[in-house]
């Protein structure tokens, strides 16, 4: 692979370090305690500060903005983080903020993640691998997005808000509360609507885990049961046996703001 290529007009601190065949476009602004992956290219007036790495192959489009400080007002400059995995996509005008000491100084997005223009990740997000936000979507400080959640157009999620795995949000949501993987859920205030059956056969899962994860959502969300008693019938069930259903009940075991319903 080729050596580093740096557009003149770009600014590029000594300090920084710049993997094989990354390209860095025009006017792009990179920081002292930047690290850029093999192969990783940086958009016209992209700027990115701070200690923040960018994983090979990714690509920062035109005018995002990553690693520069959080939006906390309790934030002092402590050299809090960023990392971004390999291959991901970040589109135009995008933010990503680095971490807090209090929120354990880092935010993360994973591998193969698609952040479309103008959304925004704030501080000690946790944004798994494979997700995609649409645009417009804005993660609050703190908020975990688990692996292949799709996040629709000009969402908003609330601080310390989860979205489990394989979720679903619709466009134009507003999230208070956490949103159980395999779900999909929309509104304002968000609602489960159902379960991500399309994304799930996307991904290869089982007709009878697909089955089994249904029941479960019936048991939760349609029974008119509480929820205690949901998951006692769930942990009484056959479904139990599947991971995928197991991995439901710990998510909820786990709720700190408690579950959409």
């Given at each position: 692979m080729s050596e580093a290529s740096v557009h003149p007009t770009a600014v590029v601190e000594s300090a920084a370090q710049l993997g094989e065949g990354a390209i860095v476009g025009p006017y792009a602004v990179i920081g002292p305690d930047v690290v850029i992956g093999?192969?990783?290219?940086?958009?016209?007036?992209?700027?990115?500060?701070?200690?923040?790495?960018?994983?090979?192959?990714?690509?920062?489009?035109?005018?995002?903005?990553?690693g520069l400080p959080p939006q906390d007002l309790g934030y002092k400059g402590e050299p809090t983080r960023v990392e971004i995995g390999q291959r991901c996509q970040i589109r135009e005008?995008?933010?990503?903020?680095?971490?807090?000491?209090?929120?354990?100084?880092?935010?993360?997005?994973?591998?193969?993640?698609?952040?479309?223009?103008?959304?925004?990740?704030?501080?000690?997000?946790?944004?798994?691998?494979?997700?995609?936000?649409?645009?417009?979507?804005?993660?609050a400080g703190h908020v975990e997005i688990q692996e292949y959640a799709v996040i629709g157009g000009l969402t908003a999620i609330h601080q310390f808000a989860r979205i489990g795995r394989h979720g679903f949000i619709g466009g134009a949501s507003a999230v208070s509360m956490d949103v159980i993987p395999f779900a999909s859920a929309a509104g304002n205030r968000t609602k489960v609507t159902g379960v991500n059956v399309v994304g799930l056969r996307r991904r290869g899962f089982s007709e009878e885990a697909i089955k089994a994860i249904r029941h479960c959502h019936r048991l939760i969300f349609r029974s008119g049961l509480r929820l205690e008693q949901a998951l006692e019938s769930i942990e009484k069930d056959p479904i139990i046996h599947f991971p995928e259903v197991v991995s439901i009940l710990e998510f909820i075991q786990t709720s700190q703001r408690g579950i959409c319903r």
């Open positions: 093999k192969g990783v290219e940086v958009g016209a007036h992209a700027v990115i500060q701070g200690h923040t790495v960018v994983g090979d192959g990714s690509v920062i489009s035109s005018f995002s903005s990553i005008y995008v933010s990503i903020h680095r971490g807090t000491p209090k929120g354990g100084g880092l935010t993360r997005v994973g591998d193969d993640c698609m952040i479309m223009a103008y959304s925004h990740v704030a501080h000690d997000c946790r944004v798994g691998d494979h997700v995609i936000m649409a645009n417009g979507a804005t993660l």
